[in-house]
């Protein structure tokens, strides 16, 4: 079954550590790439998206993240995390052969202060 | 603040009331979208309008029946709902017309509801 997954469920961080979050799925041809945030009590929000073009995308409040399309994947990443970028982070991704859209099942990123 | 603002942002409903969520924004998008978030699970697609027109119905029970009075707003009218039925309802608005990830979504705060 075609699917999105993030495989870290909840992740935990000191300030100042590096971020990376995975984000693998399993449909082929074209897709459009999102990574959303949910900060606490907030609204979700996009950090970024990947439509076409250079692979290396990057987002608000530093977040960048790389589209390898030989490996199906879309992960996040940020050099140096804050306590403020403690969240939940959701990828997703539009398979626009199956006009399909989904959201993978999350990260909670807990950063300690 | 979000663009997209949704009313109430809490309901309690029993299984027999007859009740509505309503969700708005000004910012000229011409999809809207109502998504169920259960806790700890990813949001679900349950209805998208484009131009004003019910194109996607991802199979979701009579009960839950949507409606797009104008561009700008969007309702959704509940009816004899089941307490499982009990979880966030989250509405977003995209500047392109078209099924999710089109366009980027705006999301609103969500309305969480709760069926006794």
């Known amino acids: 079954a075609q699917s999105v997954s993030q495989h870290n469920h909840h992740v935990i961080l000191s300030e100042a550590a590096s971020l990376e979050l995975g984000c693998n799925y399993s449909?082929?041809?074209?897709?459009?790439l999102f990574w959303y945030v949910q900060y606490p009590g907030q609204h979700l929000q996009l950090l970024l998206k990947?439509?076409?073009?250079?692979?290396l995308v990057k987002g608000i409040k530093g977040f960048e993240a790389e589209f390898i399309k030989s490996k199906f994947s879309f992960n996040l990443r940020k050099p140096s995390v804050q306590w403020s970028d403690t969240a939940e982070y959701f990828c997703a991704v539009n398979a626009l052969d199956f006009n399909k859209f989904y959201f993978g099942s999350g990260t909670k990123l807990n950063v300690k202060p | 603040d979000t663009e997209v603002t949704q009313t109430p942002k809490h309901l309690v409903m029993g299984m027999k009331n007859k009740k509505s969520l309503k969700c708005e924004q000004h910012m000229g998008h011409r999809a809207m979208y109502w998504y169920k978030q259960k806790a700890k699970k990813p949001p679900e697609l349950m209805f998208v309008y484009s131009y004003e027109k019910l194109s996607i119905n991802e199979s979701v029970p009579s009960r839950f029946s949507p409606e797009c009075p104008n561009s700008s707003l969007l309702n959704l009218h509940l009816h004899a709902l089941q307490p499982e039925d009990s979880a966030l309802y989250l509405c977003a608005s995209s500047p392109v017309a078209g099924p999710p990830g089109t366009g980027e979504l705006f999301f609103g705060e969500g309305s969480r509801l709760t069926v006794l």
């Open positions: 990947y439509f076409s073009g250079d692979p």
């Open positions: 449909y082929g041809g074209t897709v459009n």
